[in-house]
């Protein structure tokens, strides 16, 4: 057991650290792609006002899309939330009317929307540059790039696989991993890091567990395929159905008689107070200005995690506004409330924001498990080398091929994603905004990056290596907040001093980020210019796991 | 018996041996998965929850037969572990199915 641990960890463990890492910034991906976006930066309000003005920002974004979209089919506006702080107003194409249900267009058989941001108070329309954002980093996690997205997903389902593999076999090996839990051993080489490898993952195993299981469960319809065939041949259908039946692009043609459409703000007042714990920040509305339209109007998540935190909703005739039948949601059976659970869960829905820094940090920990449990495999195997050749040159051992791979790999497949996905940061916003095909080259950036960090990976000295790529990534994240000042942004002293968490909580975050990894290239810095001072002192007696 | 000469030959080779291993726990276990899922939960009346549940099932079963595979002490026991069973299923469903 202890042999399937440590080479299953091994083998897709690179794998398993850009899941966890991406997967992790994921959680925030409203917030980092409102930070990647420096012009959206002044539509911040006092989050008091948000109330007394839901009416006003309505009103303005009626404007803009009675101006832009007049004959649009459906239109939505999803008014400012804790999470992103534009107003955003959208609407489906006047032409895709035109095609059926279940058309291929769009994501999960939906037509494309079109989609503004506007500034909640004034309703100016902001103009912001295009970005790949997080959702490159989101995508990343689950389909990697540059790859059909099929194989990337066959991929990442292997890596989750073989990581609920490794946590089953890490239980069994580590049968003390709770009491292993209250040591911890610094400074003591390679117990050090077992001790490090098993806090992190004793912190938040039941996380490990079901994230990795719902993982593969929201693969499942392409990874079990011959289980969903049978009984579901078009594996959307399932998640379709999963959701509640009846699809979201179904667009009920209109009458062709013209109905101004009714005054909306007082509807969207009577659906905050039926639910004043979570309230409505959502409006969509059917046929604007035909005798069928209507209006509904619902929360951007419910609160029970059974139900897939299916939102609330509310439907209004739209020339009237008398309130409509509100179709009930069926409970789930058993086995479905079991499916939503896990696979809310794993997305994040529901999350108040306590809650979201809890499933990042539980993120965090995994990463820093399988780093751990990298730097362990090489030091177990390579603890005899470094102390005969670090001394005379003239003594070094040759060191064997797989070994030296696993070096490279390590600092590249750490250090270097770290450092890539920071350059990502830093080309969104010094590339410039008008280049052509932006997008693909701060994408572009990153793999450039991350390819010359192998190189440099590749050819120096191991622990200087290390150092310099972490010392690399910890300034790129530490002068985040900085470039974000100055390309732009709200500064980190005007975004505390406002209250402006969701710009400020990335700033803080890269900066704590940056303090951790620049401390981490300073320790590794002392060790590999004092040679062998502890930590690649291999011990006297093997240690369970190895 | 030839097959008993060859499974010795393949369990004394530490590359055969680990590579059999692979090659069961990938497609082995994989087959086991959806066998067992199907048997157990294919016929569950709502498709949906037919749907559900054996794929949650299937992912489960897989793993188990994953680290049963390389859990014993043998590769014959290895690769008989997942066949028995698998038999079962596959006639539970030409039965059943």
């Known amino acids: 057991m202890a042999w399937l641990h440590t080479w299953s960890g091994l083998l897709l463990g690179w794998l398993m650290f850009l899941i966890f890492v991406t997967g992790s910034l994921s959680f925030f991906r409203s917030e980092i792609n409102f930070w990647m976006r420096p012009e959206l930066h002044r539509a911040y309000r006092a989050a008091g006002g948000a109330k007394a003005d839901s009416a006003r920002m309505i009103a303005h974004a009626r404007r803009v899309l009675e101006q832009e979209a007049p004959d649009s089919p459906q239109w939505q506006i999803s008014l400012p939330g804790p999470r992103f702080p534009a107003l955003s107003v959208s609407w489906r194409a006047s032409e895709s009317s035109a095609t059926p249900p279940g058309g291929r267009r769009g994501h999960v058989g939906r037509p494309a929307m079109k989609r503004l941001l506007l500034d909640p108070s004034t309703g100016d329309i902001l103009k912001a540059r295009e970005t790949a954002g997080a959702d490159f980093l989101f995508r990343l996690h689950f389909q990697l790039y540059g790859i059909d997205a099929i194989t990337g997903r066959w991929i990442i389902g292997a890596g989750t696989m073989v990581m609920l593999i490794a946590l089953i076999s890490g239980v069994i090996v580590h049968r003390n991993i709770f009491r292993d839990f209250f040591t911890f051993r610094p400074n003591k080489g390679k117990r050090s890091w077992m001790d490090a490898h098993v806090l992190t993952s004793a912190v938040s195993l039941p996380f490990h567990f079901v994230i990795a299981f719902s993982g593969l469960l929201l693969l499942a319809g392409q990874l079990m395929w011959p289980v969903m065939h049978g009984l579901y041949p078009d594996a959307r259908a399932f998640v379709i159905e999963s959701r509640g039946g009846r699809a979201r692009f179904d667009i009920e043609p209109p009458s062709g008689t013209r109905v101004p459409l009714t005054d909306f703000a007082p509807l969207f007042e009577t659906a905050r107070q039926r639910w004043p714990e979570r309230p409505p920040d959502t409006i969509v509305i059917t046929n604007p200005g035909d005798s069928r339209a209507s209006i509904e109007i619902r929360q951007s998540y419910g609160g029970r995690l059974a139900n897939r935190a299916a939102p609330e909703r509310l439907f209004f005739d739209g020339a009237g506004g008398e309130l409509l039948d509100t179709p009930k949601a069926e409970a789930p059976s058993a086995i479905l409330a079991v499916w939503n659970a896990l696979t809310a869960l794993h997305m994040g829905r529901f999350a108040t924001p306590a809650q979201r820094w809890l499933l990042f940090f539980a993120g965090i920990c995994g990463a820093a498990m399988v780093a751990s449990g990298l730097v362990l495999w090489r030091i177990s195997r390579l603890g005899k080398h470094d102390e005969k050749s670090s001394g005379e040159a003239g003594e070094a051992l040759r060191m064997p091929f797989g070994c030296r791979l696993v070096e490279v790999f390590n600092v590249a497949g750490i250090a270097g994603l770290l450092a890539a996905i920071g350059v990502y940061f830093w080309g969104c916003r010094l590339l410039p905004g008008d280049l052509a095909l932006r997008v693909n080259w701060e994408i572009a950036l990153f793999f450039i990056a991350w390819g010359v960090l192998l190189f440099h990976a590749a050819l120096a000295r191991h622990l200087s290596a290390w150092a310099g790529q972490l010392a690399f990534s910890g300034i790129l994240f530490a002068f985040l907040p900085l470039l974000n000042g100055l390309t732009g942004g709200a500064s980190l002293f005007r975004s505390i001093a406002a209250g402006y968490w969701q710009v400020a909580g990335f700033d803080l975050c890269a900066l704590f980020a940056g303090a951790l990894l620049l401390f981490a290239a300073w320790k590794v810095h002392g060790r590999a210019a004092g040679g062998l001072s502890g930590a690649e002192r291999p011990l006297p007696q093997p240690v369970a796991g190895n | ?97």
Do not use: C, H, Q
């Not at chain 2, 990938?26 to 709502?46: H, I, Q, T």
């Open chain 2, 1 to 97: 018996m030839k097959m008993r000469n060859m499974m010795d030959f393949a369990e004394k080779r530490p590359g055969m041996n680990i590579g059999i291993r692979g090659i069961l726990a990938v497609f082995g276990a994989y087959g086991f998965g959806v066998l067992g899922a199907r048997a157990f939960a294919g016929g569950l009346s709502p498709p949906l929850d037919a749907a559900a549940l054996s794929v949650m099932l299937a992912f489960i079963l897989e793993a188990g037969a994953i680290i049963w595979v390389f859990a014993a002490s043998t590769v014959a026991r290895a690769a008989m572990g997942l066949a028995a069973p698998a038999a079962l299923f596959g006639a539970w469903l030409a039965v059943a199915g």
